[in-house]
């Protein structure tokens, strides 16, 4: 198998190599890439939308369709992992084990018995290593600027690099090292199953409910300058305004989808301690 | 000698793609193990991402964002002055999408180590042809 797979290999990098003399040259401004369509962005995005950064009006506006798609691709993807990896039945082990928080005192609980619901004891896995408390604090420092970034990558997307998969994979990331920081039942205490389930779906619906409002209002799907009448602006305002809504969308949908990808697949399906 | 020199600058950005994306399809295609076949799809991924954005750049040329926009409405736009938008959106949206297919890969790999305690391809096989 190697010898065939270096043979093939070898025969297309050559194919390639030889096909890529007739490629345009690196940097050139007369390429057939930036001279049909891109022009037509660049000079115009100003005048239709209103947005200086022409990569977020060209991904929610002028392809808008695509992006709505690529959206429900990832939504797809994580609702994949959930069904091939979660184990659905709660299979409770004969033996809980909680961890008093102060003094650090675990106690062992036999099926059948229960303790008084308090925030002294937290529950662990037979098999626990403590946090460590140097990065545990300093991941808690840390993820309140984290997330406050990852809000300003996603509002500020008109006027600088950012936007709705930017920001959202940031505010992934942050809940994401958490998980990581402490251990993963910290993180789905505070970002349960349920609410990123229901956030990745409402991510979409955001988006798709943009668009569906448009034809409401007798215009194209997904075509904002429908909405210069609710918003009480004119139509290129609106399509700014429609492009921020399409984006916090987005956001919701990514951020919620890396988290969930993560939590099941750190933990292969079972939500015990993860990595 | 000065051609072959300035067909080299021109060109060499397109060499260092296809032997990164021939790496990833080496990877896919000879290694046993399941998780290594991951990564090559993903080296293979990374080719793709960087042929796009360099097929973006324009000698000159800075980040599509426009300056002097609000409030200098008159302003005229040269599109030479900007790299073309249009890569950068396509693949802005791939990176995000190859992360969440990354995702599924990896949790086939999961199911499949646990049906069949082996990621390696031969293994798998042997024990799909007992069964």
Redesign the interface.
């Known amino acids: 198998m190697r010898i065939i797979g270096l043979i093939i290999v070898v025969v297309t990098g050559a194919l390639l190599i030889y096909a890529a003399t007739d490629f345009p040259a690196w940097s050139d401004p007369a390429s057939p890439a930036s001279t049909y369509l891109s022009p037509y962005y660049i000079e115009k995005t100003m005048e239709e939308t209103s947005v200086p950064n022409i990569v977020t009006a060209v991904l929610a506006d002028y392809r808008g369709f695509d992006t709505m798609f690529e959206t429900t691709v990832i939504f797809s993807a994580g609702v994949v992992c959930f069904f091939l990896l979660r184990i659905p039945r709660r299979e409770e082990p004969e033996i809980r084990y909680y961890r008093h928080v102060l003094t650090g005192v675990t106690i062992q609980l036999k099926e059948g018995y229960k303790i008084p619901p308090s925030a002294d004891f937290e529950r662990i896995d037979a098999v626990w290593t403590p946090p460590d408390l140097i990065i545990k604090t300093g991941c808690r420092i840390l993820i309140p600027f984290i997330q406050l970034f990852a809000l300003y990558v996603i509002a500020h997307g008109h006027h600088s690099p950012g936007g709705g998969f930017q920001g959202g994979v940031i505010l992934g990331a942050s809940i994401i090292l958490l998980a990581i920081s402490h251990d993963l039942r910290t993180a789905v205490r505070r970002m349960s199953e349920k609410l990123i389930a229901i956030l990745c779906a409402v991510g979409v619906s955001i988006y798709a409910g943009t668009g569906a409002l448009c034809l409401l209002l007798k215009q194209n799907f997904l075509d904002y300058s429908a909405l210069a009448g609710v918003l009480h602006v004119d139509p290129i305002t609106a399509r700014s305004h429609g492009i921020l809504m399409v984006e916090i969308g987005v956001g919701i949908a990514v951020m919620a989808t890396m988290i969930w990808i993560y939590n099941n697949i750190s933990s292969a399906g079972r939500y015990r301690q993860g990595l | 000698m000065t051609d072959l020199i300035s067909?080299v600058?021109?060109?060499?950005?397109?060499?260092i793609y296809?032997?990164l994306?021939?790496i990833g399809?080496?990877a896919m295609?000879?290694k046993n193990n399941l998780v290594k076949k991951i990564v090559g799809m993903n080296i293979f991924q990374t080719a793709i991402i960087l042929f796009y954005v360099?097929?973006?750049?324009?000698?000159?040329?800075t980040?599509?964002?426009?300056e002097h926009?609000?409030g200098h409405?008159h302003h005229v736009?040269?599109?030479?002055d900007?790299i073309?938008?249009?890569?950068?959106?396509l693949m802005?949206?791939a990176?995000?999408?190859g992360?969440?297919?990354l995702?599924?890969a990896?949790?086939?790999a999961?199911?499949i180590y646990?049906n069949y305690n082996t990621l390696e391809e031969d293994e798998i096989l042997t024990q799909v042809r007992e069964k």
């Open positions: 067909t600058v021109a060109k060499y950005n397109y060499w296809i032997t994306m021939m399809l080496y295609i000879a360099s097929i973006g750049v324009k000698k000159g040329g980040i599509p964002i426009l926009a609000h409405e736009v040269h599109a030479v900007y073309n938008p249009l890569p950068h959106v802005l949206t990176i995000v999408v992360v969440a297919t995702g599924v990896l949790a086939l999961i199911r646990n």
